[in-house]
């Protein structure tokens, strides 16, 4: 994976390398454990000063990190026997969402996640995480598998939104959309949904009609992007960062509004700087929602899921 380093996060990262280059060293020779235990410290405390400073855009920047973990990286680490299933039975199979089922903790599931690409090749096979309608088919395909067997459903978002081409829209992407929110809706299980990355608009929310919905503490959720948001008030996409502020995306606004149930915390410096230790954050946040869930029966998990997104965006008086 290329080096990619935000100007802001550059402390952080030179801390983080030098916390994995003696973590290397203690292995072979524990008289380093001491001095690996304070300069672990000493990076955690400045990752939290230096981030919790940061402004809505520097967290947009942070979610669409090109290192950041995608939902491949977090399988090895979260489940067990996965099997990738492809193919919406149309038209083709979309790379930009992958799909299958899995072992979580022993028990079965259906796994449905946005999928980026690592360089120029990979990107364009998974076309930068932005489905086509028989990606978000797919998924439909994959909810209703999992309602028909009694798999609970662990989605995995993260894409700058559904592919805008006009090949998809000639082959109805508003459609799949929409039949992936009914899918989701009406599916007898548990839902668990987590943003991972950035969450941008319809083609996030295709996976986001969840019972718990959960975000990475430096992940996004938004209706647009900041830059699409900008070119439509301002006329100028330069005012992104402006637009990121107002939109309210961050995983404190998230919360605050009611929009996900829970912020998993991320490694000092971001997700990207340590993979296994975000998905050990990330299963402990499903672990505890998946066993909350498993206690009701089908029909009060529909309902709890529509009464959750009924209430959202209500609007009272002072």
């Not at 030098?18 to 410290?41: G, I, T």
């Not at 090895?76 to 979580?104: I, K, M, N, S, T």
């Not at 259906?110 to 980026?116: A, F, N």
Request: aromatic share 8%; charged share 25%; proline share 5%.
């Amino acid at each position: 994976m290329a080096s990619y380093v935000l100007p802001f996060e550059k402390p952080v990262v030179e801390l983080v390398t030098r916390v994995r280059e003696l973590r290397e060293l203690a292995e072979s020779d524990r008289q380093y454990l001491p001095e690996l235990r304070k300069l672990e410290e000493k990076t955690s405390k400045v990752a939290r000063e230096l981030f919790a400073e940061l402004d809505p855009w520097q967290k947009v920047q942070l979610s669409r990190h090109p290192n950041r973990p995608y939902t491949m990286d977090y399988v090895p680490y979260l489940f067990q026997d996965f099997q990738e299933l492809h193919g919406d039975r149309r038209f083709a199979d979309d790379a930009a969402l992958v799909c299958g089922v899995a072992r979580y903790r022993g028990k079965s599931v259906v796994l449905v996640g946005h999928q980026k690409g690592r360089g120029a090749k990979d990107n364009v096979k998974r076309n930068f995480g932005m489905p086509h309608p028989e990606g978000y088919r797919k998924a439909q395909r994959m909810y209703e598998l999992a309602s028909r067997f009694s798999l609970p459903i662990l989605t995995f978002i993260d894409t700058p939104g559904a592919y805008p081409g006009l090949g998809a829209e000639e082959r109805g992407q508003s459609e799949a959309i929409g039949s992936c929110l009914a899918a989701m809706s009406r599916a007898r299980v548990p839902v668990i949904a987590t943003i991972i990355g950035e969450g941008g608009s319809g083609g996030a929310l295709a996976l986001g009609v969840a019972n718990r919905v959960h975000v990475l503490e430096y992940g996004t959720y938004s209706v647009i992007s900041p830059e699409g948001c900008a070119s439509i008030l301002w006329k100028d996409g330069s005012k992104a960062d402006v637009a990121a502020k107002s939109l309210r995306i961050t995983a404190a606004d998230l919360h605050d509004l009611g929009i996900v149930e829970r912020i998993v915390e991320e490694p000092p410096g971001g997700a990207h700087q340590d993979t296994a230790q975000a998905a050990k954050f990330i299963d402990e946040a499903l672990n505890a929602a998946l066993t909350e869930l498993s206690m009701k029966s089908a029909d009060e998990l529909v309902t709890q899921r529509y009464d959750r997104f009924r209430v959202l965006g209500a609007i009272t008086s002072a």
